[in-house]
């Protein structure tokens, strides 16, 4: 595939939707909805790679989720610890540092020292960052944010967003949402304020790497004022 001008973006954030309707559209349990969702991620990974994006993140359970049916829950905590065993695979090939940011703590304990285990690869070294949002709401960002700094008088833009779970990532210059909603679903509310966002109507298990490559084409085309004219 042509190597697009991804010069501008540094980090991309997918919320990836439509798994389920997937599902229902070919007459399947939602399961294998989030199954074929999953064996997604890594394709268009490579790409971003390709693309030479540093920073992805991408919306894999939200705080809200957790209202979800506990079979569906538990699917995807299985699904999660599946994906943590494949993409350790190919993290050294694709030299990609993974870490998470959300609320870990409901997760089986054998998961989690999994997730810290590879989140200790490729830390210096990585051709990409990236991050994967799990039990994760903008909100509670933020609240838990407020709440640790609540003592502190006149705190600026920079101290709170050093609080954030993203403190250490710029802040997303593209979100693609799939699935034909367009709403950001309380995902990255502070780092989306000057954001580009970009809706797809495809499922997330069938956006392609050209589905991608639009969105970034897309992305090339847009003027970025931030309030300027
Ligand atoms: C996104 O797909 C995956 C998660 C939110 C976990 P959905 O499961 O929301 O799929 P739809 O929106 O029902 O099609
Ligand atoms: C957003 O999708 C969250 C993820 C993709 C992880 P949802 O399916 O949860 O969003 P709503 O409920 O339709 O807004
Ligand atoms: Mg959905």
Redesign the pocket.
Known sequence: MDKINSQNIQHVAII???????A?KKELH?SQ??KK?LDNILPIVEELIEQKIKYVTLF???TE?NK?PYEEKKN?INLLDDSLDNINKKIDDNNINLTFIGNLSSLPKKITSKIQKISQKNKCASSVKLIIAWNYSGRSDILNAIRRIKTKQNITEKELESYLMTHNTPDPDLIIRT?N?IRISNFMLWQSAYSELYFSKK??PEFTKKDLNNAILEFEKRKRNYGNV
Do not use: K, V
Not at 16 to 22: A, I, P, S
């Open positions: 990836m939707d439509g798994n389920g309707r997937w229902e939602r909805g989030h969702g894999a359970f939200s989720n979800r995807l699935g909603q499922l997330w």
